[in-house]
């Protein structure tokens, strides 16, 4: 059955919460989503990192990571991540943990899923206001 989470990827592992539809937040615009966030989760959970301890010194947009969402009127999945993860071996990776082999897929990207120092820096960047 298809899942939405969110995820990172560390040394060809996907990493991350994978829930079922029915325990995500349904939105006004008709697209499921996971009542996670990437800062909490990381933080927070004691099994995420358990296989990758050296990841506790790291903050949680250091590592490339995503999100994925279920569009309920197309009963199909949107992945947002980052760029740096867009090979087809990466992908399977992600379908796989989701379970989401068998749906139907759009990919895209999220300037906020960056590990671009340049884009985190633009994104942080105060000295405009």
Same mark, same amino acid.
């Given at each position: 059955?298809?899942? /939405?989470? /969110?995820?990172?990827?560390? !040394?060809?592992?996907?990493?991350?919460?994978?829930?079922?539809?029915?325990?995500?937040?349904?939105?006004?615009?008709?697209?499921?989503?996971?009542?996670?966030?990437?800062?909490?989760?990381?933080?927070?959970?004691?099994?995420?990192?358990?296989?990758?301890?050296?990841?506790? =010194?790291?903050?949680?947009?250091?590592?490339?990571?995503?999100?994925?969402?279920?569009?309920?009127?197309?009963?199909? +999945?949107?992945?947002?991540?980052?760029?740096?993860?867009?090979?087809?071996? /990466?992908? +399977? !990776? /992600?379908?796989?943990?989701?379970?989401?082999? !068998?749906? !139907?897929?759009?990919?895209?990207?999220?300037?906020?899923?960056?590990?671009? =120092?340049?884009?985190?820096? +633009?994104?942080?960047?105060?000295?405009?206001?």
């Amino acid at each position: 059955m298809p899942q /939405i989470g /969110i995820f990172w990827l560390y !040394k060809e592992t996907v990493i991350g919460r994978a829930i079922e539809l029915d325990a995500g937040e349904e939105m006004p615009t008709g697209t499921i989503d996971s009542p996670d966030n990437h800062t909490d989760l990381w933080d927070n959970s004691r099994t995420l990192l358990q296989d990758f301890p050296e990841l506790r =010194q790291e903050e949680y947009f250091s590592i490339p990571r995503g999100r994925v969402l279920w569009k309920t009127e197309s009963s199909s +999945a949107k992945i947002l991540m980052d760029s740096v993860l867009f090979e087809p071996s /990466i992908k +399977a !990776k /992600i379908l796989q943990f989701f379970d989401l082999e !068998k749906s !139907k897929v759009k990919w895209g990207r999220d300037l906020h899923y960056t590990t671009s =120092q340049n884009d985190l820096s +633009a994104l942080f960047d105060d000295e405009d206001f």
